[in-house]
């Protein structure tokens, strides 16, 4: 990243961004806001298994899910146990686990606030965000 914007400014860079998988992104998100570039975070829903829909991995069976690793035999039962972990804290915040998903995911600024400037998400899973902030006071 550090290259390419030497080269010619980079306005945004996205990568996949979510309770899930974060670690990888962690680096790049320190660059971006180092250079002053936007973040989108792709599929900061974890490809829908942190909305709490996906009770099981043959439920992605006939799309292209299926090919990810989350979603294969032990992986996915022990992301489904993440998940469950996420539905007990929604419900304590009378919010939906995609709703608190997407709140952490914009509250990642440097300083704690939400992080609206740096941070991107698609404009449909923003209007899942509002109702979660509103709920969650955030």
Known sequence: IRRAHAVHPLAVV???YSL???QEAEETLQTTRALGIGFVAYSPLGRSLLTATVQSAEEVAQDRRKD???FQADNFAHNRERVRQLEVLARNKQCTPGQ????WV???GE???QSDANIFISRKDCFKYAKARRVIGN
């Open 20 to 22: 899930l998988y974060r």
């Open 14 to 16: 996205q990568t996949e």
């Open 106 to 108: 914009l509250a990642q």
């Open 111 to 113: 300083d704690g606030e």
């Open 68 to 70: 990810h690793p989350r």
């Open 100 to 103: 608190l998903a997407l709140a």
